[in-house]
């Protein structure tokens, strides 16, 4: 047979047994090309080698059969119903295949041909297989090497309109016909870590010889896919510190101990350790690129503060954005009391701010009167314009990706960024997700912070739960209630926060002070009601996640989760994370009678664990990285062949290998990388905020 090199971009549509009308039925599995279509892996395997005898076979176990079609008909059952059927026997008996509904199938076959068949037996009258899977032997396939039979089958996901024998022939006469496939792995890198070459995995993925050969197919493709990511993302890393100027700090000599001299508290080893990587990133001459993780409250503002003090002190603004006007009201009042008395110019920009201030604010920013300006992620995209950025910092958003943070340098912005986040991220997303940054993490709580008692409950022991409240408010304390929806919908009988602040106020509470806030309100109403909350005049809030960030009150000690199920552990731990920030013992009690076993698992695990990376690796392998993260919020494309879980070690090795290579070719120009970079080009153009490599 001639050997061909795989048309990478070829239509699938120009195949043998394609045409139109089947790639459209194929492009919804995401199949267009020849490439697309030798790259649908399986989402699991059958083994079919072994064949079994009809005498052997008992009923509820699977088996392959080979035998002779004896007869075969169509008949019509008493209640009207179609059926093809055949009897098949080997020598030792007789076994009745049988499908319903498709009587079109007597044409396909004939008294006296072999066939295998692949099912479950079942003894009714007599031994039958519903619907098996089959395979009818020309003389010339006496070796049985079909796509079908005698091998370990891949089944694949499919839609509707496509059927595993459509799919799984297309692929093995496409693989059949396509001897060679063109090697994106540089030969050293698949020499060092013995992988196997591509036109080997990509067979053996499909249509494996055995297991083991299976299992090196695996490795491969998983280890490719990883490769290229992380080589992309070790692209933008390198082109943006080589590239870009940035802000070169200086640091004042005793600055650092002058800081830590203002703080009412003792900073922790995880905070000074920060705060001195953030000092060499802001005095080097390339722009700092860090990502902090923290635990809730572990003190990344502290830092964060000593970053902007850092850049006004060398005649720089500093900018915060975070992902709600809550947050930013909260951060507003903290920087606000710490600047302030050095002299330096805090500002507020949010929506809520009047159109006279807003345009104010906006001259003082760009005539450089304005030290700190805090606001949502608007700031950077309605023409806010800085006399002289020197740092920006992203608070709170953990779903700002690799695309969003180009925008910054497609704007022109050379500054410093720092990004901030209180949801820990297991380190197989942070490799992928955050794979272009440095990285900091804080796992040190500050002194004092006394561990939150969690406690899992059913809905028949809430008035108990309420109880506890009480006796709670009574001694002083305040109290939060969560509800995952602000109103009844038909769908869902989720409690309501309408309807639950309406209860407990009428029928619970009616001698306590209750609040109720949500995302609709205004924002001038929520940080009035947070107002009333951090100065004790509204003893519960009742709320919707409204408060999963940046809220700071000390003397809340309970907060109450409804239908806690409904989250994540993420977000349970960001919950979690406003009370117990105070002297007192705070409990954190979950409401829930879970329907499935995952979120029973996530309810078990919350219950147990207080450490928040902890949560997140549990969190991540009951629901996934696309779950957790929301994958395309982050301008990456999904990880389709790995599991960050499963392969760790792959993705591991594999950022290894391509961070060391990008070192070596920074653009990829090497003859041995061409095929490489390629990829990655077209793979990745537009979303990692470059659009040519070198």
């Known amino acids: 047979m001639q050997v061909k090199t795989l048309p990478q971009d070829k239509k699938a549509q120009y195949l043998k047994g394609v045409g139109p009308r089947r790639a459209k039925q194929i492009s919804g599995l995401g199949i267009t090309t020849v490439s697309d279509l030798l790259y649908y892996l399986p989402r699991r395997y059958e083994d079919r080698r072994e064949i079994s005898s009809i005498r052997d076979a008992r009923s509820g176990a ?34 009745h295949g049988v499908w319903y509904n498709q009587p079109y199938l007597k044409k396909y076959f004939k008294g006296g041909e072999d066939i295998i068949l692949y099912g479950k037996a079942e003894r009714f009258k007599y031994l039958q297989m519903t619907h098996p899977d089959y395979e009818i032997l020309k003389k010339e396939e006496d070796s049985l090497e079909t796509a079908h039979m005698n091998r370990i089958v891949p089944i694949y996901p499919l839609t509707r309109d496509v059927t595993q024998r459509y799919l799984r022939a297309l692929i093995y006469r496409a693989l059949d016909n396509v ?110 690129n860090r990502l902090l993780q923290g635990e809730v409250a572990s003190g990344k503002t502290v830092v964060a503060m000593y970053a902007l003090l850092l850049t006004i002190k060398n005649g720089f603004q500093g900018a915060i954005m975070v992902p709600t006007e809550t947050l930013a009201q909260q ?52 023409g806010i314009l800085f ?125 306590l ?9 205004k924002g001038s109403e929520k940080g009035r009601l947070m107002r009333h909350f951090r100065g004790n005049k509204i003893n519960i ?31 349970l731990h960001q919950l979690r994370g406003r009370i117990g920030r105070g002297e007192y013992k705070s409990y954190c009690i979950l409401i829930s009678d879970p329907k499935g076993e995952n979120a029973r698992r996530r309810l078990e695990a919350f219950e147990q664990l207080q450490d928040g990376f902890e949560l997140a690796e549990e969190d991540l392998s009951i629901r996934g990285p696309g779950q957790l993260l929301g994958t395309r919020q982050h301008g990456l494309p999904e990880i389709k062949y790995g599991n960050m879980i499963a392969d ?15 070192e070596k070719d920074s653009g990829l120009t090497d003859e ?8 990655i080009l077209n793979r990745y153009k537009g979303k990692l905020g470059f659009f040519k490599v070198g």
């Open 179 to 288: 001897k060679t496939l063109k090697e994106t792995l540089p030969t050293a890198v698949r020499a060092r870590n013995k992988l196997v070459d591509i036109r080997f995995a990509v067979k053996n993925i499909h249509f494996p010889g055995n297991f083991e050969s299976l299992k090196m197919a695996h490795r491969r493709i998983v280890f490719e896919e990883f490769f290229i990511l992380e080589s992309a993302l070790a692209l933008v890393k390198k082109k943006v510190k080589r590239e870009s100027a940035g802000v070169r700090h200086k640091v004042e000599k005793g600055l650092f101990e002058s800081f830590k001299r203002m703080l009412p508290f003792k900073l922790t080893k995880g905070q000074i350790d920060a705060m001195k990587k953030i000092e060499e990133d802001m005095m080097s001459p390339g722009p700092m």
């Open 387 to 511: 006399d002289r950025i020197g740092l920006i910092i992203i608070d709170e958003q953990h779903k700002f990706g690799v695309s969003q943070r180009a925008l910054f340098r497609k704007k022109g912005i050379k500054s410093d960024v720092l990004i901030m986040t209180a949801t820990p991220i297991p380190r197989t997303l942070v490799l992928t997700v955050y794979g272009d940054l440095d990285v900091s993490v804080i796992r040190q709580m500050p002194e004092g912070r006394l561990p939150v008692s969690t406690y899992w409950v059913e809905e028949e022991r809430k008035e108990m739960v309420y109880k506890f409240i009480r006796e709670e408010v009574l001694s002083g304390r305040q109290a939060y209630i969560l509800c995952p929806r602000i109103e009844e919908t038909q769908k869902s009988s989720l409690s309501a926060a309408k309807a639950v602040y309406e209860h407990l106020q009428k029928d619970v509470f009616p001698d």
């Open 331 to 382: 951060h507003y009042l903290t920087m606000s009391e710490f600047f302030m008395p050095l002299g330096i110019n805090v500002r507020l920009l949010i929506r809520s701010t009047g159109n006279g201030a807003k345009e104010e604010i906006k001259k003082e920013l760009k005539e450089g009167d304005v030290d700190i300006i805090i606001g949502t992620h608007s700031l950077i995209q309605e």
């Open 513 to 521: 002070k209750l609040a109720l806030i949500h995302g609709r309100m």
């Open 672 to 679: 041995r990388n061409r095929n490489l970079r390629e990829v």
């Open 62 to 95: 699977i088996y392959t059969i080979k035998g002779r079609i004896k007869r075969h008909g169509v008949w019509k059952s008493k209640k009207g119903m179609v059926i093809y059927e055949m009897v098949v026997n080997d020598g030792t008996g007789d076994i």
């Open 648 to 662: 760790k070690d792959i993705l591991e090795l594999a950022r290894r290998e391509a961070f060391e290579l990008v």
């Open 541 to 571: 809030l009742v709320s919707t996640t409204l408060i999963e960030v940046g809220i700071d009150v000390p003397n809340a000690t309970v907060m109450v989760i409804e239908n806690a199920d409904r989250f994540g552990l993420a977000q």
